[in-house]
């Protein structure tokens, strides 16, 4: 079992910036990749970025340069950086993490709870 709780999530101007963070806990997550998701209201859940163990990363289009996603191993933690917010990115937030092919097609095992980010203009 993997246990996922998220943080950091809040309101911001459009133009400024906010970490969320995603602390794992259970014996295999280090093996899986680690992803961050989101979903806005009335809009279906997208996928924002991924990490793979190897600490490999891919971006939606719609955050690449603006998104970093890490992970600090040692604090069981991930991250998500986020700067130059737009409203449009007014979301929940989850994280999420499974294999890897798992993670991709949205069907990860492990979720956290989710945490709002809210970007007025």
């Known amino acids: 079992q993997v246990q996922l709780v998220e943080s950091g999530g809040g309101s911001v101007q459009a133009g400024g910036s906010l970490r969320v963070s995603c602390a794992a806990s259970?014996?295999?997550?280090?093996?899986?990749?680690m992803a961050w998701f989101r979903q806005a209201p009335g809009k279906e859940r997208e996928g924002v970025a991924i990490?793979?163990?190897?600490?490999?990363?891919s971006y939606a289009d719609s955050v690449k340069g603006r998104f970093t996603i890490s992970k600090d191993n040692a604090k069981n933690t991930l991250y998500l950086q986020m700067n130059s917010l737009k409203p449009e990115d007014t979301a929940i937030y989850y994280c999420?993490?499974?294999?890897?092919?798992?993670?991709?097609?949205?069907?990860?095992?492990?979720w956290g709870q989710g945490t709002q980010v809210t970007v007025s203009s």
């Open positions: 999420a993490a499974d294999k890897r092919s798992a993670v991709v097609a949205g069907a990860a095992r492990y």
């Open positions: 259970g014996s295999t997550y280090s093996s899986y990749s």
């Open positions: 990490i793979d163990s190897s600490g490999s990363t």
